[in-house]
């Protein structure tokens, strides 16, 4: 499919300097999702669990955070209300195995943007994330402030 020029200068506005944390348990699923959205042009950025991924979002500005709802320890719905407390407005989508109602509702309950079944391709996140960018406008998030 041949993109249109409006088409380009979108993807190019959302991908430039575009810092994606990803938070999953499975460092092989990190390693590749890292690579392959360096590939893409993102700044890819992981943690193989919540108390990583609140330190990354501490260090460095993240636009979006995708996150694996299971995982040992702290899951991500839990993960996104401590990330929230440090980036209010943190974008974020989550990965899941299972599409159940209580998944959903738990997701909507905490306003994130997308919940993406696994396994999806890097192609079709990609897709998720821009969507979702492109929605949140071209602000880049920072941490909150405090005194």
């Known amino acids: 499919m041949k993109m249109s020029g409006m088409d ?3 993807e190019k506005m959302v991908k430039d300097s575009v810092t994606v944390l990803f938070v999953d348990d499975d460092q092989v699923l990190l390693d590749s999702m890292q690579h ?33 709802v299971t995982m040992p320890g702290m899951d991500g719905f839990k993960l996104l209300k401590e990330l929230r ?23 909507l309950k905490l306003k994130s943007n997308c919940l993406v079944e696994k396994p999806c391709t890097p192609q079709e996140l990609d897709s998720h994330i821009k969507r979702l960018l492109l929605s949140v406008g071209p602000k880049r998030t920072t941490t909150k402030q405090t005194d």
């Open 8 to 10: 380009k200068v979108n």
């Open 36 to 68: 392959r959205f360096y590939d893409m042009g993102y700044r890819a950025v992981i943690a193989s669990n919540g108390e990583e991924a609140l330190e990354m979002v501490r260090r460095f500005p993240v636009d979006v955070a995708v996150l694996d």
């Open 85 to 107: 407390a440090i980036v209010p407005d943190l974008p974020s989508l989550f990965l899941t195995g299972r599409q159940d109602r209580e998944t959903m509702l738990a997701a």
